[in-house]
């Protein structure tokens, strides 16, 4: 069945619940509402519009922050009372300067239900993201200028960043340290998209290294 705005079965205020979900890594970004007006001007322009309920008024994401959202595909759930719109989204969805605004989370771990940490995944996603922004370049992302600018760029990068690992290991306490580190990964994991290193590689040769230190 395909997607048709006639089918959808909107609340008493004609608004109905819109689910966005990154469409590379598949996180779960917001909760927003749409109309049939916002939903059409989605459709027409390719990127996200809601209803916000307390300014009563349509709303572009990203139009004041530049954080847009690139729909790739809209669909309804079985009962036809919710929207999943799958994005690419531009720089980060939440205002408070999250990526998701699905930061917080309790996480169960028990003999009969068990929810793996995400960080067990997050660098494959991660990856994949980089990989889409340098397949699909996007207009004011961060990575895809990166790309843009080429190999000699993101090396600078990371001997900037490395860099600031060293200061951030030096002064007290871990938090900047960790923030150091992860900035340095995160640039890493461009300079591998850029000359096709996979994470696989990476994993191969450190058991390999793992069965030296063994031996």
């Avoid at 990068?157 to 900035?183: P, R």
């Amino acid at each position: 069945m395909t997607f048709q705005i006639e089918n959808i079965r909107f609340n008493d205020q004609g608004l109905v619940p819109a689910i966005v979900q990154d469409v590379t890594s598949k996180e779960v970004l917001m909760l927003a509402y749409m109309n049939i007006e916002s939903i059409k001007m989605t459709i027409d322009s390719g990127v996200a519009t809601f209803y916000s309920r307390s300014r009563q008024s349509l709303w572009k994401k990203g139009e004041t922050s530049g954080n847009y959202q690139y729909v790739s595909t809209i669909s309804y759930d079985c009962d036809q009372d919710t929207i999943l719109l799958q994005v690419k989204q531009v720089g980060v969805a939440c205002h408070t300067g999250s990526y998701s605004c699905f930061s917080d989370k309790l996480r169960l771990n028990n003999e009969t239900n068990t929810v793996q940490n995400e960080s067990q995944n997050l660098l494959k996603n991660l990856y994949e993201v980089i990989l889409d922004r340098k397949m699909n370049a996007i207009e004011g992302s961060y990575t895809t200028y990166l790309f843009e600018q080429g190999i000699d760029k993101i090396l600078k990068k990371i001997g900037e960043e490395a860099s600031e690992v060293i200061i951030g290991a030096k002064n007290q306490g871990t938090e900047e340290l960790i923030y150091e580190i992860s900035d340095l990964v995160y640039h890493t994991i461009v300079l591998m998209v850029e000359k096709g290193v996979k994470l696989e590689d990476i994993s191969e040769s450190l058991l390999k290294r793992k069965e030296k230190i063994k031996s």
